[in-house]
């Protein structure tokens, strides 16, 4: 049994021993005037900007860096939403000036951006078993909604008017509201006792209003849904599509493909699968891919090759725009650097490591693991214990936590993926420290996070009332 590490993170305390970090503004500021060609009427004379000098800024954002925790600090096995360690050589070539180009200019000269894009979508549809991919979409979200659109598109080509989206009760939030924006009515389905689609209640759910069903596949608890081409014909019957929630491809790289089991439509989350960071809410990609019937709705632009040449076309009946220009080229070079690098073989073998970590790591789990076998996930249950005290307890021991309180199918869960990237030891360090969080005593698990930078934080008030700027403190 490997024995948990302790883990400090760096912090500054005051005189009075409250943690603490100027805001650069709290620094001093110095008025500097505004020099520009734009209309005085648009512009201010002055502006106001913190008085610094070079070290005290880099040592400010470093140590900002260091109050945090990301991939870089230590395993990350949040589920469903996890962002794997992104290797440096793509972020080198997406920071060669070469591979900026500004997306007004001519097709002519952007042949090798062009062939890049067209190479993608012939990867994400062979990856993916579908006819055609687009690459606007900026998330996986926003990639569900084009999805949507397109589907709706088809539904009205036909002369159907098709009111209702059918989505499982342990969907990511996403999916019901995707299909809220895109004018849906949701139908929720519940899970059998399996975890799994309940096929009564799929009947039950189904009907002429059906657009589509949503569902991922392994689904949120790591299962892979063994009745999906039952699934698949049952929706296709009542006259509806299937809608592929592609965000996590981990499992299934180079093993199985969405189109083979009947879907439809689908998006990818490149962020999660082909390892594009978007931290922060950064830039992000999330390409959906179709089926043939479907390409011509696609949104606007398109890459296409004709005579050996590239070039961007508007589908015949597309959706419109659902982002500006071709999408997030930068984050895109990415995600077709590491395909490349990784090739048939090794996409492959990404998978067969993710499901080897995450059944390795559910195994030296101590907590309750119901289900399995996993996939690329699995949902621990912290049983007596509050998940969101289990999971603060683990950055104590240098882990990030694992998501929390969902699906709710499993009472107080922890959802938990390792990915391909973390070696043994670290799934042994994984494993001591969800066991010590398992066997810590109720003042430490109230008191957690405790040798963290910032305590536990007030998640609630900081998403309904966020103060997202300096000014917005002042103002108080
Ligand atoms: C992350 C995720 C999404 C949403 O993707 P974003 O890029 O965060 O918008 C949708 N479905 C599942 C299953 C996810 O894990």
Not at 75 to 99: H, I, Q, R, V, W
Not at 238 to 255: F, H, K, M, S, T
Not at 341 to 356: C, F, H, N, T, W
Request: some cysteine; hydrophobic content about 35%; glycine content about 8%.
């Amino acid at each position: 049994m490997t024995d948990p590490l302790r883990f400090d993170q760096a912090a500054w305390h005051d005189p009075d021993g409250e943690r603490y970090e100027p805001l650069l503004s709290e620094k001093g500021n110095r008025e500097v005037a505004v020099e520009s060609e734009l209309p005085d009427d648009l512009t201010r004379d002055t502006v106001e900007l913190p008085d610094v000098a070079e070290p005290e800024l880099a040592r400010h954002y470093t140590r900002l860096s260091e109050m945090n925790y990301g991939v870089e600090s230590g395993p990350f096995p949040l589920g469903s939403c996890t962002m794997k360690y992104n290797p440096k050589f793509t972020e080198d070539l997406a920071a060669d000036p070469n591979a900026s180009v500004h997306p007004d200019r001519s097709t002519r000269s952007t042949q090798g951006t062009l062939q890049v894009m067209h190479e993608l979508q012939d990867y994400l549809a062979a990856i993916g078993g579908m006819d055609a991919v687009t690459l606007q979409p900026p998330a996986g979200a926003a990639g569900e909604f084009a999805g949507l659109l397109v589907i709706d598109a088809y539904h009205e080509a036909n002369g159907e008017d098709r009111g209702e989206v059918v989505i499982p009760d342990s969907a990511h939030g996403t999916n019901f509201a995707s299909a809220a924006m895109a004018g849906y009515d949701v139908v929720s389905l519940p899970s059998n006792d399996e975890g799994r689609v309940d096929l009564d209640a799929l009947d039950a759910a189904l009907s002429e209003d059906t657009a589509a069903l949503m569902l991922t596949n392994p689904n949120t608890l790591g299962l892979f849904e063994r009745d999906i081409e039952t699934v698949a014909e049952r929706v296709h019957d009542a006259g509806g599509l299937l809608y592929y929630d592609g965000a996590n491809l981990n499992a299934l790289l180079g093993r199985a493909r969405p189109g083979d089991m009947g879907f439809d439509v689908m998006h990818y989350n490149v962020h999660k699968t082909f390892a594009t960071p978007h931290g922060g809410g950064g830039p992000g990609a999330g390409p959906v891919g179709v089926v043939e019937e479907l390409a011509e709705f696609l949104p606007d632009p398109h890459v296409r090759e004709r005579d050996g040449r590239y070039e961007r076309y508007t589908p015949e009946s597309s959706v419109g725009k659902v982002h500006g220009y071709a999408g997030n080229w930068l984050v895109l070079l990415k995600a077709h650097a590491y395909i490349t690098r990784l090739g048939d073989e090794g996409l492959a073998d990404a998978s067969a490591k993710a499901v080897l970590n995450a059944n390795y790591l559910a195994e030296r789990v101590e907590y309750e693991v119901p289900f399995g076998p996993f996939h690329h996930e699995f949902v621990a249950s912290a049983g007596e214990q509050d998940a969101a005290d289990a999971a603060k307890r683990m950055l104590d021991f240098g882990v990030h936590p694992p998501t929390t309180k969902w699906p709710e199918i499993v009472p107080e869960a922890l959802m938990t993926e390792p990915t391909e990237v973390e070696s043994k030891r670290t799934l042994d360090q994984l494993a001591a420290a969800f066991n010590a969080a398992r066997d810590s005593d109720d003042g430490d698990l109230d008191a957690a996070p405790s040798r963290t930078a910032a305590g536990r934080i007030d998640q609630t008030s900081a998403a309904r009332n966020p103060r997202l700027s300096w000014q917005a403190l002042d103002d108080e």
